[in-house]
C-alpha cells in the first residue's frame, strides 16, 4: 500500500469513527479489530474458533458443544424481529430455539459461512468478534412461507457480533447478536 493510499485508509476510517456513547465499540474497533500482537495471537486464534464452533455446532446439532460454548445468561438479537433490540436469554432458551429450527422440519439444512473476523478486545478477559456471514438455509416443509407446504430455500447475508470472556474452562460465548442485512428466498413445490 502506498503512502497516499494508506492516508486515505486512516482519513475514511477517522471520519467514519463517531462519537458513540458509553459502553458501546467504536466503529474504528468494529472495523480494524484490535492489532494481533505475540501476546494476543493465541487468545486472537482461540476466540475465532470459539465463534466458529458455535455456528459449526448449530449446523451439525451438536447440542451438547453448543452448551458448552455458551456461558449462562445470553445478550441476544436470536428470535427478536429483524434487526430488534438486544435482550438477555437464558442459556437454555437459545439452545430450544435452534433445536426447534430441526425438530419441526422434515428436512432442514442450514449453513453458517463466516468470514472477515475481527476480534476486538474490550480487556485481557473479553472481547468481541465481528464477521460477515452468510445463512445458507433449505427448509422442508416450510409451512406459511412456501407455497403448497413445499420447500423454502434462500439466503441471508448478515452481520455478527459474538461476544466472548475468558473462564477457566477457555473462551466462553455471552453475547450473540445478529444484524439481517438482505435476504432472499425461493418457494420450490412440494413434489
Same mark, same amino acid.
Given at each position: 500500500?502506498? +503512502?497516499?493510499?494508506?492516508?486515505?485508509?486512516?482519513?475514511?476510517?477517522?471520519?467514519?469513527? /463517531?462519537? @458513540?456513547?458509553?459502553? $458501546?465499540?467504536?466503529?474504528?474497533?468494529?472495523? @480494524? !479489530?484490535?492489532?494481533?500482537?505475540?501476546?494476543?495471537? &493465541?487468545? =486472537?486464534?482461540?476466540?475465532?474458533?470459539?465463534?466458529?464452533? +458455535?455456528?459449526?455446532? =448449530?449446523?451439525?446439532?451438536?447440542?451438547? &458443544?453448543?452448551?458448552?460454548?455458551?456461558?449462562?445468561?445470553?445478550?441476544?438479537?436470536?428470535?427478536? /424481529?429483524?434487526? !430488534?433490540? /438486544? &435482550?438477555?436469554?437464558?442459556?437454555?432458551?437459545?439452545?430450544?430455539?435452534?433445536?426447534?429450527?430441526?425438530?419441526?422440519? $422434515?428436512?432442514? &439444512?442450514? #449453513? #453458517? %459461512?463466516?468470514?472477515?473476523?475481527? %476480534?476486538?478486545? $474490550?480487556?485481557?478477559?473479553?472481547?468481541? =468478534?465481528?464477521?460477515?456471514?452468510?445463512?445458507?438455509?433449505?427448509?422442508? /416443509?416450510?409451512?406459511?412461507?412456501?407455497?403448497?407446504?413445499?420447500? @423454502?430455500?434462500?439466503?441471508?447475508?448478515?452481520?455478527?457480533?459474538?461476544?466472548? #470472556?475468558?473462564?477457566?474452562? !477457555?473462551?466462553? %460465548? #455471552?453475547?450473540?447478536?445478529?444484524?439481517?442485512?438482505?435476504? $432472499?428466498?425461493?418457494? @420450490?413445490?412440494?413434489?
Amino acid at each position: 500500500m502506498g +503512502l497516499k493510499s494508506a492516508l486515505c485508509t486512516a482519513a475514511f476510517v477517522h471520519s467514519v469513527a /463517531p462519537a @458513540l456513547a458509553e459502553g $458501546e465499540i467504536a466503529l474504528v474497533n468494529k472495523t @480494524l !479489530g484490535t492489532p494481533i500482537s505475540a501476546e494476543n495471537i &493465541v487468545d =486472537v486464534l482461540e476466540i475465532q474458533r470459539t465463534a466458529t464452533n +458455535l455456528t459449526l455446532s =448449530v449446523d451439525t446439532q451438536q447440542w451438547d &458443544v453448543t452448551a458448552d460454548l455458551l456461558d449462562g445468561d445470553i445478550e441476544t438479537t436470536i428470535g427478536e /424481529p429483524v434487526n !430488534g433490540a /438486544p &435482550v438477555v436469554k437464558s442459556e437454555e432458551e437459545i439452545l430450544t430455539r435452534w433445536k426447534g429450527f430441526y425438530e419441526t422440519a $422434515e428436512k432442514l &439444512v442450514i #449453513h #453458517h %459461512v463466516t468470514s472477515n473476523d475481527r %476480534v476486538f478486545f $474490550e480487556d485481557a478477559d473479553t472481547a468481541t =468478534v465481528f464477521s460477515k456471514g452468510v445463512i445458507v438455509l433449505e427448509n422442508t /416443509p416450510a409451512g406459511d412461507f412456501a407455497d403448497d407446504g413445499g420447500t @423454502l430455500r434462500g439466503y441471508r447475508w448478515v452481520d455478527y457480533e459474538i461476544g466472548v #470472556h475468558r473462564t477457566v474452562d !477457555g473462551w466462553k %460465548v #455471552h453475547k450473540v447478536n445478529v444484524t439481517y442485512l438482505v435476504q $432472499e428466498f425461493d418457494s @420450490l413445490a412440494a413434489n
